[in-house]
Each structure stands twice: as structure tokens, then as C-alpha cells.
């Protein structure tokens, strides 16, 4: 076992996997704190599936490279939705159920049209579900993902404060003259950046579980942003690389072992968090 | 010139008018206590005052030096902050956040301001505890330290004592007295009109009828003895 796991590792491809992994479950889980906090949990989901329908129309068009299409119109969909704000009618959740399944729907219905591709089936399972076996990524993909998520951490590690600000309170913070539109919109796009390199990782649908178990799980053990911040990166990437492992030595579906992976840690993280407050509430 | 001076000020929302044109102005070292029914608008102006969104008609001109993000806020509850995971400490930072710019990191001056005003509102002691876990009393405590940190001329508080007990809302008003006398210009919303009465200098109450006057104006209004003798029935009920 030991010497198939080191046999494994040892080949480009499995380690491609796990260094995107890795920096992918880093990115997402530092926003998502964020994002759980602001009671915006769904925006990844909502933002997946409009990857997805922008992939759609780029597989329809023939665009070699999707990400073309797929990154600009993640991210002014992502600038949209987080707009529809606290001071707005249409309250947020709603916006977002609806353009996720509205870009579901059409990106299917036309890959159904124009078959882009003669295996349609398998090509949306796996974005939707994420690669069936193990990744299979090219050395220019790692390094566009490489350079992405250093960027991504480098502007969460200096926005950190403003993030914080912006989370906690922004009335207070516009009212003593914060731009938190800024902040909001950087955000936006940031969670954009992720979610479409999150994609090739877990799909579209479960993109989710990356954003919303770290953070929740965090949340059960620690009480401040700092703590619950870092503690969520690290439970991210821990449970990533276990996932990634598992999925090669079992052979299952690589976004769904990682979900699991997510899924038990958060119910470690329950019953600490039980224990710890001396199993009261 | 006042601080702040509103000349028929319509606020409301999405082009419709909450409640009648108001009119009043904020000096230096005044207390204004906004009181009226709920609905009647308080928060809207509060609101409005902070920039937080636009009036929809009239004026709001301010002066005498404040500059319009040197109004400390001290916001009423929204349910986000009930079980968000922050240290007290993290949240008076905060409030330190407009006078960073760009800069990422909290300066040794910054520092120092949200510590002494920990000490000032005496939650020094409680600085890395959860802020979800502390009571209603101490939370608002440090929202108010956190608020001093931002601005240190003005603070405008909308209910700062809903959800208190009697013996906390006491402490609570003689805190906001206390910061008072040292030169800061409150502005409180309230529907607590026996504390408005008792603490302030000047009295805005709006809702059916407008009213703006000094405290002592407002007891002899038609307003001010509607809402007294009101009160008292509720009490003997
Ligand atoms: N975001 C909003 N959009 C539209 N109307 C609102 C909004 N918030 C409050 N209102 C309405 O404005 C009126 C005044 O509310 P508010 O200022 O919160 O009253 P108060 O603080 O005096 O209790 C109420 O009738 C309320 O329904
Ligand atoms: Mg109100």
C-alpha cells in the first residue's frame, strides 16, 4: 500500500494533482469564510453553474481556449450578484437561485442543440462532477493555476483587514468612509478567479462544499476571524490532500472523495467543538 | 456654523418618503435625542445622516470642521454579528480601518487608540474574548469603543439600549453622558422618551408631527406632553 501510494506520487500527473489541489482548497477556504459570514454560502454554487453555462457556449463556439469566455463572465456575474446587496428588493439568495438555475439550464439545452462534442454525456458529468478518475492537467495549466492562487493569497493577505472590516459591518465601514464598494468588487472577482479554477477540481456542483465546510467547521471550534481563518485554510488543505489520495488508491471520482473528506472533517470539527464547550449546548 | 444642519430633509426609500420634511441642527458638545414611534423613520434618517444613503429632498449641509466620515456609528443589531467569530480586540481594530487608506497592517498608533479605548469603555479586560459570547452590555461596549476609534467628535447611536436590562441600560446611559461632558457630540436614537428627556440637550421627534427645540421646549410642546402623559398611562397599566 505504502509502496503503490509512493509509486503513485512519484508521477508528474498525481503531483499535478495535488499541487493544484492543494492551492485550489487554500484559495476557496480563505473566502470562504468570508462569504459564509456575509450569508452569501450559495454564490459559489450560483457562480459554478455560470461557469458552466459560459462553458457551454464556448465548447458550441469552438473556442480552444474556454477560459476566454468562461473567466469574463464568471466574474461580472459574480460582480452582479454580490450587488444585489442588503439595500436592494430582490433579496440576494433569491438572485442567485435564479441565475444558477436559469445558466444550468441553458448551458445544457445547448450542448443538447449543437453537440459540440460526440461523447456529451461523460463531457457534462464531469463538469458538473469533476473528472471521473484522476485529474488530468497539462504543465500549463498548473502554472496558470500557480500564478492565480499566489495572486489570490497575496491580495487576501493584504486586504485581510479591509476583508475583515468589510465582513464584520459595512455600514460602519462606508459610514466613516471605507469604499467598501471596492472591497465588495475585488471580492467578487476573486471569488470568480476560484470558483472557475475550482471547476476542473470537484465540477460545478460541488464547488460549494470547498467554500462552505472549512469555514463552517472553523467556525465550531474557534471565535475569532483570525483563528477561524487560518484554522479553515489548513482543515481545506488537509482534507484535500486526503481526498486526492483516497481517490487514487480506491479509484473513486476524485470532487467526490474530496467532498467526503470535507464532509467527515466537519463532523470531527462538531464533536470538538461539543466536547470543548464541555458538551453544553 | 453647526456640525451638521438639515433644511426640510425627506428621507426615505427608492424615491418614497418616510415621514415629514425635518428640520435641525447639531452644534458642538449638543445631545440630540431622536425619538418617535417605531417605523417613524429614525433609522432612515440615521441612515441618511451617515451617507449611507442619499435624502431625497431638502439639504444636509456639514460644518464647522466635520468632515462627513467623522461621524462614529453605532449601528442597530443586524443578525450577521450575532455569531460572527471575532475577538473584541479584532472589532475595536476595526474601527481604526478608514484611517489605514491603503496601507494592509494596523499601525503602532492604531494600536494603541482601540487599547485605550477598551480601557475607556472598560472591556480592556475582555479584549480577546468572543464577541458573540459576551452580553448584551458588553457588546454594545464595544461596538461604542470601536465607534470612538473611527470618529471623536460625533457618535450617532440608534437604539443603544434595546434588548438591555434596566440596570445595564442605566450604566449604558451614563456612559454616553460621561463621553458627553468630555466634549463628544452625541446624537442617540431612542424611543425611551423619560431618557431623552433626562439626558439630552435637544430634542428631534418625528413620526406624525415633527418637532426640533432644546429639552426644555420640547416638555412644554404639544408634542413632548402628548408623548409624557402617554407614557405614564403605559406605565399604570
Ligand atoms: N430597506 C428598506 N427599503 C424600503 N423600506 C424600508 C427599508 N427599511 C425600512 N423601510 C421602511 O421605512 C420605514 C421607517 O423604518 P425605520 O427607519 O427603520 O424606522 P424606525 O427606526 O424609526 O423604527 C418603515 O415603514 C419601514 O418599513
Ligand atoms: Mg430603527
Known amino acids: 500500500m505504502i509502496d503503490l501510494l509512493i509509486f503513485y506520487l512519484s508521477r508528474p500527473i498525481v503531483q499535478y494533482a495535488l499541487i493544484v489541489g492543494v492551492l485550489i482548497a487554500l484559495c476557496s477556504s480563505l473566502l470562504g469564510v468570508t462569504l459564509v459570514l456575509k450569508r452569501f454560502s450559495f454564490i459559489g454554487d450560483g457562480l459554478s453553474h455560470v461557469a458552466f453555462g459560459a462553458m457551454s457556449i464556448a465548447a458550441v463556439i469552438g473556442l480552444t481556449n474556454q477560459m476566454l469566455i468562461i473567466l469574463p463572465v464568471t466574474v461580472i456575474s459574480a460582480v452582479l450578484l454580490l450587488r444585489t446587496g442588503s439595500n436592494t428588493r430582490i433579496k440576494g439568495d433569491a438572485a442567485i437561485a435564479m441565475i444558477s438555475v436559469g445558466a444550468l439550464a441553458f448551458g445544457y439545452l445547448i450542448m443538447n442543440i449543437f453537440k459540440p462534442s460526440s461523447n456529451l454525456t461523460g463531457d457534462v458529468c464531469s463538469t458538473l462532477f469533476g473528472s471521473t478518475a484522476i485529474l488530468t492537467l497539462t504543465g500549463p495549466e498548473v502554472v496558470v493555476c500557480i500564478i492565480l492562487s499566489i495572486l489570490v493569497i497575496a491580495l487576501f493577505v493584504f486586504f485581510y483587514n479591509k476583508i475583515f472590516a468589510v465582513t464584520f459591518d459595512e455600514n460602519f465601514g462606508k459610514a466613516v468612509g471605507t469604499p467598501t464598494g471596492a472591497y465588495n468588487l475585488l471580492i467578487a472577482i476573486v471569488i470568480a478567479v476560484i470558483i472557475v479554477l475550482a471547476m476542473k477540481l470537484v465540477g460545478s456542483l460541488l464547488i460549494s462544499a470547498l467554500v462552505i465546510f472549512p469555514a463552517l467547521s472553523a467556525m465550531r471550534i474557534f471565535r475569532n476571524f483570525k483563528s477561524v481563518t487560518v484554522f479553515s485554510a489548513v482543515f481545506s488543505v488537509v482534507c484535500t490532500i486526503l481526498g486526492v489520495i483516497v481517490s487514487i488508491l480506491a479509484q473513486t471520482p476524485v470532487g467526490a472523495t474530496i467532498v467526503a473528506a470535507d464532509l467527515a472533517g466537519f463532523g470531527i470539527c462538531c464533536l470538538i467543538g461539543f466536547i470543548a464547550r464541555g458538551g453544553a449546548k | ?237
Not at chain 2, 425627506?10 to 418618503?17: K, L, R, T
Not at chain 2, 441642527?25 to 423613520?41: A, H, K, Q, T
Not at chain 2, 453605532?74 to 443578525?79: M, V
Not at chain 2, 458573540?132 to 471623536?152: I, P, Y
Request: hydrophobic fraction near 35%.
Open chain 2, 1 to 237: 456654523m453647526s456640525y451638521i444642519e438639515a433644511k426640510n430633509l425627506i428621507v426615505g426609500y427608492e424615491g418614497e418618503a418616510v415621514g415629514d420634511p425635518i428640520s435641525f441642527e447639531v452644534n458642538p458638545g449638543d445631545y440630540l435625542c431622536i425619538v418617535g414611534e417605531n417605523g417613524s423613520g429614525k433609522s432612515t434618517l440615521v441612515k441618511t445622516l451617515l451617507n449611507l444613503q442619499k435624502p431625497l429632498g431638502g439639504e444636509l449641509i456639514t460644518g464647522d470642521g466635520l468632515r462627513k466620515n467623522e461621524i462614529g456609528y453605532l449601528p442597530q443589531q443586524t443578525p450577521v454579528q450575532k455569531d460572527f467569530p471575532a475577538s473584541v480586540k479584532e472589532i475595536v481594530l476595526s474601527g481604526c480601518q478608514a484611517k489605514c487608506g491603503l496601507r494592509p497592517f494596523y499601525n503602532r498608533a492604531e494600536k494603541k487608540l482601540a487599547e485605550d479605548n477598551m480601557k475607556r469603555m472598560d472591556i480592556f479586560s475582555l479584549a480577546d474574548r468572543c464577541y458573540r459570547d459576551l452580553s448584551g452590555g458588553q457588546q454594545q461596549r464595544v461596538l461604542l469603543a470601536r465607534a470612538l476609534c473611527a470618529a471623536e467628535k460625533v457618535l450617532l447611536l440608534d437604539e443603544p439600549v434595546s434588548g438591555l436590562d434596566p440596570k445595564v441600560t442605566a450604566q449604558m446611559y451614563e456612559l454616553i453622558e460621561g463621553l458627553n461632558k468630555e466634549g463628544i457630540t452625541i446624537i442617540m436614537v431612542s424611543h425611551d422618551i423619560d431618557a431623552a428627556v433626562r439626558y439630552a440637550s435637544h430634542i428631534l421627534h418625528i413620526g406624525d408631527t415633527v418637532f426640533f427645540g432644546t429639552k426644555e421646549e420640547y416638555l412644554q410642546s404639544r408634542e413632548g406632553k402628548y408623548f409624557l402623559r402617554k407614557q405614564e398611562d403605559g406605565k399604570n397599566d
